[in-house]
């Protein structure tokens, strides 16, 4: 795991309580830590939020994004797992992710 993940993760459970988060994940190269460079380089989280209201989970979802943006001042990638369609990518990420929260 990336260094920056470790030094905002009291951050991150804030986040993730604000937006009703059961479980979020890293993934990809801010989960290896190989090929990432801050500078450059973009964060992948894979989510799973809590039962929540039928309109309310765009709020969630953006608003989780967004200020996971601000926190880490780069690109976030929010994936919600039941919307990963293509085999491979599953299998990408399974392979390479990392429990951040879990509820």
């Known amino acids: 795991m990336t260094p920056i993940i470790r030094q905002h ?3 991150l459970v804030r986040l993730c309580e604000k937006y009703c ?15 990432f460079d801050p500078a450059t380089s973009d964060l992948d989280f894979l989510v799973e939020y809590q039962p929540i209201e039928a309109d309310g ?3 969630a979802y953006f608003g989780l994004r967004e200020e996971l943006q601000t926190l880490f001042q780069c690109p976030v990638d929010l994936v919600m797992e039941r919307a990963i369609r293509n085999k491979y990518f599953r299998q990408g990420i399974m392979e390479s ?3 951040l929260y879990a509820a």
């Open 9 to 11: 993760h009291a951050e």
């Open 21 to 35: 988060v059961r479980r979020l994940e890293i993934f990809g190269s801010g989960a290896t830590g190989k090929g």
């Open 57 to 59: 989970y765009a709020d």
């Open 97 to 99: 992710r990392t429990t």
